[in-house]
């Protein structure tokens, strides 16, 4: 019976925009080659409805996009499943398994797996398993959860199937081989990559490279945080963005992290990598130097995971290393492995330091299973194209901090992009926002820090600078909460928002308010100050309620100012109140973009 399961496929179909998705479907495959199953994996697009009626086992990673859309490379197969035409009985022979990975911080928290999930269950699919959701904001991080989910899944794929599926730890291949060269004096090895066309999509395999044009401080010096617009040039690219986009730009490593990871793994920076036919990312060269692998494309500081530490033990050779990462790997040890990794955020460099037996025995083969490619960030847009249609602005916090262990950090992305000069290439591309601004209400922005960057773009968009505005003119009201900690310190675009006559601005100065700082005061404030307003604002007149900013707490403490507003304004019990934002948010009228 084992032997019969082992001639079965198991489709692993992932919808993923900025390739977390990818990556866990992934991790879901070498599992499943664990335990003698034969994977298939791929994008969902290349999947279709006909394919999957053929198909027993299924397992579907996907994340969400935008205002609750499905990534990109899933659009075409979702339209397919969501035809009239298809039967009830259309995947009775389908055993199939979601997860989904989001935020639980938006409205929308995995919206498109749980559609998923309801849609396969509608045409006939057996779901194997509940629909499994993973969390950004869970205490341990959402890899705490996709590692649980996928050890359940085979669990209920065993029980399901009636058959014994024991996990071997055998040492499987790497899943990318290359060759590593000495440079020849002549030899001239180039990042870039020919296309036989232009590109029409740029996506994460596909960046398009532009550069900066810009880069100012917004913050005052004496500010403790640095505070930055970005300018970047897009000429060329056909690139076109609104207000609420998102732009996904590729880091850079810096040089000292650089050495550090060459003299860690002993590598020649001058040395030429050759991938000839791995399937790595398209947007990597099939021959680059080693410098240039280390510098642009491997995420040499990234947070080391469960499956990092189950691949080492195939190579330390001190027992008390073993062990260590034997424990880390183990489902039993992963509130150790988030003590020592995730809660001091101890980077993949510096574990190398601590476990000296995986330096000297490491195996150059395995470099890409341990050390993943460096993945995206996103910035929401501050600029409105219509004003400057071959540049884009993003405003940033260039993120510092100190670890509990008492070591200083910085964001990767942030810090380069803080240090760049003018005409520093960035490889970047542009998805959709979650953010839906109607065109004939008005709009309650809540921004507070750089979660006003989004609005910036919006108050670009939509701003009148005539007084009185003209009939021809969209006149609409704009209505922005800001707040940052005092006004000569992070009030980043006073003087340009003052321009606007359609735009009210509404502060909250958090240290500005008494001598000794005692009182602060937030946005969440301000809403309940101009309740009046604000009520008739959203009640009367249709208003679109909009949060964007940090998702620690100031999320919740708004929700619940504007719950206090709807329930003094519309005369309302407390539970009615709610009821009423929750219809907000049912209706669109309540959005948030939060990090």
């Not at 699919?125 to 959860?145: I, T, V």
């Not at 044009?213 to 004496?222: D, I, L």
Request: charged letters at 25%.
């Amino acid at each position: 019976r084992i032997q019969i399961l082992f001639e079965m496929e198991l489709v692993v179909a992932y919808g993923s925009e900025t390739g977390t998705s990818q990556a866990v479907a992934e991790h879901l495959v070498r599992e499943s080659e664990y335990r003698g199953i034969k994977p298939i994996l791929l994008p969902m697009n290349e999947l279709s409805v006909e394919a999957l009626q053929k198909k027993q086992l299924a397992a579907f990673i996907c994340s969400t996009t935008g205002d609750g859309e499905e990534p990109r490379n899933m659009k075409v197969l979702w339209r397919s499943l969501l035809r009239r035409s298809l039967r009830p009985n259309t995947f009775t022979n389908l055993n199939f398994a979601v997860l989904g990975l989001g935020d639980s911080s938006y409205a929308k928290y995995n919206y498109v797996a749980k559609r998923l999930y309801r849609r396969l269950q509608n045409l006939g699919g057996r779901a194997m398993m509940e629909l499994g959701l993973a969390d950004d904001q869970h205490p341990q991080g959402s890899d705490y959860l996709t590692f649980t989910w996928v050890t359940t899944y085979f669990t209920n794929l065993s029980t399901h199937l009636g058959v014994a599926l024991p996990r071997t730890y055998t040492l499987l291949p790497p899943w990318c081989t290359f060759t590593v060269t000495q440079q020849e004096p002549r030899d001239k090895v180039s990042r870039d990559i020919p296309r036989d066309e232009p590109q029409a999509v740029w996506d994460k395999d596909h960046p398009f490279r532009g550069h900066v044009v810009s880069n100012q401080r917004v913050t005052s010096e004496k500010h403790f945080q640095d505070v930055r617009v970005i300018g970047l040039d897009i000429s060329g690219s056909n690139i076109t963005y609104s207000a609420g986009d998102i732009v996904w730009i590729y880091p850079e490593n810096d040089k000292d992290s650089v050495q550090r990871a060459a003299d860690l793994l002993d590598l020649n920076l001058d040395s030429v990598v050759d991938f000839k036919d791995s399937p790595i990312p398209d947007h990597i060269p099939r021959r680059v130097l080693m410098r240039d692998l280390l510098t642009y494309y491997l995420d040499i500081r990234t947070l080391p995971t469960r499956f990092f530490f189950e691949l080492s033990a195939n190579f330390v050779t001190d027992e008390l290393e073993r062990e260590k990462c034997e424990e880390f790997a183990s489902i039993e040890g992963q509130d150790e492995l988030f003590a020592y990794v995730n809660r001091p955020r101890r980077h993949l460099l510096e574990v190398l330091e601590d476990f000296h037996s995986l330096r000297k025995t490491f195996n150059m083969s395995y470099l890409f299973d341990l050390i993943p490619f460096m993945k995206p960030r996103g910035f929401s847009i501050a600029s409105a194209q219509s004003l400057s249609p071959n540049r884009m602005e993003i405003c940033m916090a260039v993120v510092r901090y100190t670890t509990n262990l008492k070591i200083e950090r910085s964001g990767i992305c942030s810090a380069w992009l803080s240090r760049s000069s003018v005409g520093q290439p960035v490889s970047m591309f542009v998805t959709t926002g979650s953010f839906k601004f109607p065109h004939d209400r008005p709009i309650i922005m809540v921004g507070p820090g750089t979660g006003c960057a989004l609005f910036r773009a919006l108050i670009q968009e939509r701003g009148v600078t005539e007084t009185p505005p003209s009939r021809s003119s969209p006149a609409q009201s704009l209505i922005l909460f800001f707040g940052c900690r005092n006004a000569k310190g992070d009030y980043f675009f006073e003087e340009e928002w003052s321009r606007y006559s359609n735009l009210t601005v509404i502060t909250a100065f958090s240290r500005d308010n008494t001598s000794d700082n005692t009182t602060k005061t937030y946005v969440q404030h301000r809403i309940t100050e101009h309740s009046a307003r604000v009520w008739d604002l959203i009640h009367n007149e249709g208003a679109q309620f909009c949060v964007a900013g940090n998702s620690k707490n100031m999320p919740v403490q708004v929700k619940e100012a504007l719950v206090s507003v709807v329930e003094k304004e519309g005369v309302m019990g407390r539970g009615p109140a709610y009821q009423y934002v929750e219809g907000l948010i049912k209706h669109g009228r309540y959005n948030t973009e939060t990090w």
